[in-house]
T-cell receptor
Framework: QKEVEQNSGPLSVPEGAIASLNCTYS??????FFWYRQYSGKSPELIMS????GDKEDGRFTAQLNKASQYVSLLIRDSQPSDSATYLC????????????FGAGTRLAVHP | DGGITQSPKYLFRKEGQNVTLSCEQN?????MYWYRQDPGQGLRLIYY???????QKGDIAEGYSVSREKKESFPLTVTSAQKNPTAFYLC????????????FGPGTRLTVL
């Protein structure tokens, strides 16, 4: 069973703080990992992709991947109220052509 | 202005009716996908197509059908055999130049009356 697990939240952080979102996956040989942001009633928007162990930074976002622990995380620095959304982790498992498996998402609430 | 369009934005269906959701992209992407999202859940794959005139079932294909006659278009029909069709339907596409990254259209919200 190919699974992607996320804490549903809500994760509540004050404005300006670092938000840390976590995701675990079941397939040790997965190679492609993605974070999507989804505002209420809207479609998912790709914000980060990561393929190698370590950190990848893009503006206020940092994705971290640890394949040995089957763990991928997203850090949001200087969190803003506009970051309040559901964050979906998605993984392409081995043997599935570009078939994304999504977690259920973590709802983030950034309060002023 | 490149992107993925879906229509209609909202759709209401009576019991026993078939309805077709439109998905069009002008990104020159080869692969297209249909997902379904239920409240509080992740997206689940319905059908996908890697090239024109070819498509494969995803994880929850029962009660749905698709066609891929043109590269730009991948319509989804929700048939009367789909017992619980009320959901948010999302179309995505992926091009070779973007690796495995998939990009989503705005979605169609289907409600059964």
């Amino acid at each position: 069973q190919k699974e992607v697990e996320q804490n549903s939240g809500p994760l509540s952080v004050p404005e300006g703080a670092i938000a840390s979102l976590n995701c675990t996956y079941s397939d040790r040989v997965s190679q492609s990992f993605f974070w999507y942001r989804q505002y209420s009633g809207k479609s998912p928007e790709l914000i980060m992709s990561i393929y190698s162990n370590g950190d990848k930074e893009d503006g206020r976002f940092t994705a971290q991947l640890n394949k040995a622990s089957q763990y991928v995380s997203l850090l949001i620095r200087d969190s803003q109220p506009s970051d309040s959304a559901t964050y979906l982790c998605a993984v392409i498992f081995s043997g599935g052509y570009n078939k994304l498996i999504f977690g259920a998402g973590t709802r983030l609430a950034v309060h002023p | 202005d490149g992107g993925i369009t879906q229509s209609p934005k909202y759709l209401f269906r009576k019991e026993g009716q078939n309805v077709t959701l439109s998905c069009e992209q002008n990104l020159n992407h080869d692969a297209m996908y249909w997902y379904r999202q239920d409240p509080g859940q992740g997206l689940r794959l319905i059908y996908y197509s890697q090239i024109v005139n070819d498509f494969q079932k995803g994880d929850i294909a029962e009660g749905y059908s698709v066609s891929r006659e043109k590269k730009e278009s991948f319509p989804l029909t929700v048939t009367s055999a789909q017992k619980n069709p009320t959901a948010f339907y999302l179309c995505a596409s992926n091009g070779a130049s973007k690796g495995n990254e998939q990009f989503f259209g705005p979605g169609t919200r289907l409600t059964v009356l």
